[in-house]
């Protein structure tokens, strides 16, 4: 089954910059797109990026021209650099497979299923 293991979160100010990693197991990247997902409290699972086995991207409005997607299919990891961070982007992030289920008893949640790893920034 999947597993997924998020790293990199951290708190910093408004302006700065994170680098998240995302480890896969149970799953090759050729089986399907890597997603970065994104909760904040009180706040719907919102997609941010893609990556295809490829490397193509697409990112949302919000993001776009400062967070990149990039991945390592050796690794079995996808990574999310994110620059010029801004106190919107707090939030609890999450990476998923487009095509891969979590495992049995874990609801997808908008593609939010996974521990994730904590971003705060503050103003």
């Known amino acids: 089954e999947a597993h997924l293991a998020e790293s990199g979160g951290a708190s910093v100010q408004d302006g700065g910059s994170l680098s998240l990693s995302c480890t896969a197991s149970?799953?090759?990247?050729?089986?399907?797109?890597m997603n970065w997902y994104r909760q904040a409290p009180g706040s719907e699972c919102e997609k941010v990026s893609s990556?295809?086995?490829?490397?193509?991207?697409w990112y949302s409005e919000s993001v776009k021209g400062r967070f990149t997607s990039s991945h390592n299919a050796a690794k079995n990891t996808v990574y999310l650099q994110m620059n010029n961070l801004k106190p919107e982007d707090t939030a609890r992030y999450h990476c998923?497979?487009?095509?891969?289920?979590?495992?049995?008893?874990?609801?997808?949640?908008?593609?939010?299923w996974s521990q994730g790893t904590q971003v705060t920034v503050s103003a």
């Open positions: 998923a497979a487009a095509l891969v289920p979590p495992p049995v008893g874990v609801s997808w949640n908008g593609g939010c």
């Open positions: 149970g799953f090759s990247f050729d089986d399907s797109d």
């Open positions: 990556i295809s086995k490829h490397g193509t991207t």
